[in-house]
């Protein structure tokens, strides 16, 4: 909201810059001065312009405040510094305009389709809580995306014929020696199951180093198609991948489309993708050296590094990962001229259909995905190298605008804090008890489980709630529990910036104080009980609040005494740059940015909650500024929090 409001203030300001001085005014920057009472807004513009003028840049401000005509939603002009022009709003405009906003609904779409892809877990074991922090990160940076009008579609690419599938069936064939019927009765906990298998299968590859060969084996025939360990492959990738949609359902993450490797291979994608880079001399066929027999890309060296050479097919024929990455970003571009075909897979909690790629057609009308004009790749910073020769192939390939729009959007890993593995069980030697974090390995079996973190979160949530509310049934206080553990380890994965490694602590993450998840669901909790009493003393007034404010507030002169306690003014002004950081945070990639905002608005409104006996508060027009104010910052928060896909509770 406040956006809207620099960007027409902006525009006056350069108008006026150019009638006055007879100039073209350079694009205008916008601060925000380090104390409200200095000021809503500062233009540095004047430091810009001396040298133009040559004049001091204090001298320009002050001709700039004592010439400039009034301009809407301004109250006035202030020189300041050295040559600062500090904007105070008209905060009475501003108040009604933003409990305006806070109403508005959805933006209309605007530009090309947005992809992004994010979680993309192996379909060989149960999720890790480092997918967690990769599927809350991709799934908040949609909402913002959306909030902001753009046409997003969210994928989760699923690797179901790589090497990680390939042992879990390797795991099943040669070590438990069973037969695709024989995994089919398989209970409950399929993912577990396959968890301890693909752990068992490595450490069964390091006792003899010959048995890397079944692997191979199994590659190829999955690969290949057609027979019985492509069958198991499929299976188990499937019945993984419904696993790990639960997992992310409970936390309030879904998905549009999941594309497959499988139909890459299957639908020739990749074949198409390396006549396209042999064509345009992308890659090259070595014929000496250490890659000898390979086609190969040549990557330019980075921070005055030398060149690279990077596989992209082996010398036996098979594609490296990288390789059917590059086919899958030229058809999320829509640069490939194929598509796959689409079947139903799964039914999210709201009745979203989430499709899956097929071979084969096999619905009437099949949706389409695909054809974006920016895509980001959500994926750790491992794996910024291989992202690096994506785009160099896109690159090589002639559609330098389309590797200018792929974005890596990375992120450092998840550790725990030692007190929290101790409450996972794990057993620490001295030397990890001493780090302030403990990394965890998936490989060797050490990891934690997703839901295995989830189920701890929740059964402390469930502890406090039916501590602090033992007069609420026990399934209300366990749907309470669900919604502080889903705001507890959102905003604990959203509070730190990407390239942060974090440690995850449950002490810290369920706290009700401080920059936590559940601080930011009280403090709209806080909001809501305030209404929640003035229904029960004054329903009428409770259901008529918008008119009231419409017709006693806007002009009464009062409102702009009670505008001039800058603590209020404080909360309203934060809730209307909930736009302009929602974009810092988009441009940045880091959501931390909103997650950060969220808990100033928080704490402000806090502020103003002990601040003000809104409720009894005698002078009626005070009363309802005061009212005013509590639901304009619910609102805000309760906006704030859907942005960080943190759910509400009804009481804590």
Partial sequence: MLTERIRLLRSQLEGFLKDFYGIEPPELQVEIPPRIEFGDLAFPFPFQLAKILRKSPRQIAEEVVESAPRMEGVAGLEAAGAGFVNVFLDRRLFFKDLRAWLHTGALELTGGKVVVEHTNINPNKAAHIGHLRNAILGDTFIRLLKSSGRQVETQNYIDNTGVQVADVVVGFHFLRKLDLSKIEELQDSFDYYCWDL????????????????????????????????????????????????????????????????????????????????????????????????????????????????????????????????????????????????????????????????????????????????????????????????????????????????STHFSYEMVALSPSCSRDLGIELSETDKARPYVEVSGRKGLGVKADDLIDKLLDKSLEEVLRRQQDLPLEKSKLIAHQITVGALRYFMLKYTRNAVIAFDFGEALSFEGETGPYLQ???????????????????????????????????????????????????????????????????????????????????????????????????????????????????????????GIPVPERM
């Fill in 198 to 405: 693909y752990a068992e299968t490595s450490a069964w590859y390091e006792q003899d180093s010959a048995r890397i060969k079944y692997r191979l084996e199994v590659l190829e025939a999955i690969e290949a198609g057609g027979n019985e360990f492509h069958l198991m492959a499929q299976y188990v990738s499937d019945r993984i991948v419904k696993a790990h949609l639960r997992t992310m359902e409970r936390i309030g993450v879904s998905y549009d489309v999941l594309p497959r490797e499988s139909e890459i291979l299957h639908l020739e994608f990749w074949d198409d993708a390396f006549r396209q880079l042999k064509e345009k001399e992308a890659i090259f066929f070595s014929e000496d050296g250490p890659n000898k027999g390979c086609w190969v890309m040549a990557l330019p060296g980075e921070n005055g590094q030398e060149d690279e050479e990077k596989v992209i097919v082996r010398s036996n024929g098979t594609v490296t990962y990288v390789g059917k990455d590059i086919a899958y970003q030229l058809w999320k571009f829509g640069l490939l001229g194929k598509t796959f075909h689409y079947r139903p897979f799964h039914t999210d909690p709201e009745g979203r259909v989430v499709w899956i790629t097929d071979d084969v057609a096999s619905v009437k009308d099949e949706p389409e995905f695909g054809g974006a004009s920016r895509v980001y790749n959500v994926i750790d910073v491992r794996q910024s190298y291989l992202q690096r020769v994506v785009v160099q192939g896109l690159r090589r390939l002639g559609f330098d605008e389309e590797a200018d729009n």
């Fill in 522 to 644: 009280y403090s709209v909790v806080r909001g809501c009980n305030i209404f929640r009493k003035l229904s029960e003393r004054a329903p009428a007034l409770a259901e008529q609040l918008d008119e009231n404010v419409q017709s006693h507030l806007w002009d009464n002169t009062a409102i702009k005494g009670l505008l001039e306690d800058n603590a209020v003014w404080q909360l309203l002004l934060d809730i209307g740059r909930t736009e302009e950081v929602v974009e810092q945070s988009i441009d940045s990639l880091e959501v931390a940015g909103i997650a950060k905002h969220a808990f100033n608005v928080a704490q402000q409104f806090n502020l103003f909650y002990h601040k003000h006996h809104i409720l009894s508060e005698p002078d009626e027009t005070k009363r309802l500024f005061y009212l005013a104010v509590a639901d304009t910052g619910r609102r805000g928060l309760v906006r704030l929090l859907d942005l960080l």
